[in-house]
């Protein structure tokens, strides 16, 4: 191990760097096994001994892993995986339901919605140049292998919605002035716009929205400073998505 | 500010303390200016300058505040504030929704769980005396105020399962193995057991579950490694149950 290699794994816990070399840092041998089962690239793996074998891996020692490591307590293996490209046409988004999000900052969020969509089946997530990084380290590990199956695009989203929305695909958002969401028709395909943790969904991209939905509180005219986490309404929302789409009858 | 007051502050960040004390440590002005209307009582508030002023106020200096603070970074004031003592009698359980954690682990599911709780209007949650604590510093803060309206017990939890269960009241859970939730009727009242974050319900709670439910993935025939976290499975098994309680006619 090289103190170029530190280096450059230190710097990946920067967007900048992560952009510039065009990597990003995966750890633990859960992880990285899900990793070499799919179709990212893995440029290298530093594992502690025993843990992997291989041509493009190198043996270090505990001590090494802590000073590679970019999360508080280090793991047995640390990969350097590159970077995938994606491209994502408005044709791709017909038919299905995809999520857009709006500026959401908190990294936790971004990982717990990345896993979320995993578990509902959408396989595209489009956001904002603002957007947390999806490849941040503690997005990559809150996510729990789902980053490499859910496939996420950072877009001038609202110039993106407002093409979907002219190519005739609905889109969805939540605001407290929307239609109570058990009230509204929701159809299987279209993209849910979900918005800033403190602000919502901005005023660009709200524009586009044609369907306006609101998760009703409980009672329903209970009124207070409660507001649900975003990555919270997001599960709920994709939910009842879901739910209307397995029982199409019930509506 | 006596060197006694930093040492018991800062000795609230353990449990054993708060429990010894009677006290816990809430931050912020926000979240002191709703402990201050609520029916909590304070013991002492250290304040920086022009936050707050009155008899069981002390102003403290910004470097003052950093080594009272229980989190990453100090806010503008900090209260002392007792543990409220809660019971809860089975007859209490009758005739509404309340949650039953088992086992959760994590702070930060813990805080997430009580915000949710107060959104859908529960007002009870019965926990596992190994249920993280629910005034431990970071649950307090994730809480966002929530833990002033929502009452935290912490019990025997199989045993006072097994008495709602003997009462008639239905106890419900979610499990692998578990009825489809948007297949299975559900009732307005009863108790939602969530289990731990990687075992699940534990045996024991398991037996007094009556009623056991499955949050199906998308598409219903999907296999794989992934999973909901529990903070989030509890909001959509929650939504389901108000859904169903806001529009009884279509179940």
Redesign the interface.
Known sequence: MTKAEIQLVRSLADKRARTEHGLFVAEGAKLIG?LCASHLRIRKIFALEGVFEGPATETVTPREMERLTLLKTPNNSLALVEIPHSTLRISDLAGRLTLALDNVQNP?NMG?II??A????IRDIVCSEETADCFNPKVVQAT???ILRVRVHYVDLPHRLAQAAAAGIPVYGTFLEGENI??SPLTPDGILVMGNEGRGIGPDAARTVNRKLL??????D?RG?????V??AT??VC??F??R???PA?G
Chains 1, 2 share one sequence.
């Open positions: 899900e936790g717990t896993r979320l995993d578990w509902f089946g729990m292998g789902a058990y009230e998760i009703p509180p409980y009672p329903a209970r400073s409660e507001s649900l986490n990555a919270m599960g709920i939910a009842e879901r739910r789409a397995l029982r019930i």
